[in-house]
């Protein structure tokens, strides 16, 4: 009999889910660059206080992958 553990199938489908959602949500703010950065809108943003944003989410991100895949080796 083997001594591994079994794969918990579910947990790969949601954290795929949800890396998928975050990809989409990356990709998304180039949409609302526009928005923000316009000076006559209602938020007056600056185009690099905007990217600023995206650029520490994109940092944010991948500091959070990086620590998954060192503990995934506890997870199974």
């Known amino acids: 009999m083997s001594t591994e553990k079994a794969t918990n199938r579910w947990f790969v489908i949601a954290a795929a889910i949800i890396i ?7 990709c998304a703010w ?3 660059t526009n928005v923000l950065s316009d000076p006559d809108g ?3 943003s600056t185009a690099p206080r905007s ?12 500091q959070v ?3 998954a895949g ?5 997870l199974w």
């Open 20 to 26: 998928q959602l975050v990809f989409g949500v990356v």
């Open 30 to 32: 180039s949409a609302f």
């Open 42 to 44: 209602a938020y007056q």
């Open 51 to 62: 990217a600023w944003i995206l650029s520490l989410g994109l940092f944010l991100f991948a």
């Open 65 to 67: 992958l990086i620590w």
């Open 70 to 74: 060192i503990c995934s080796r506890f």
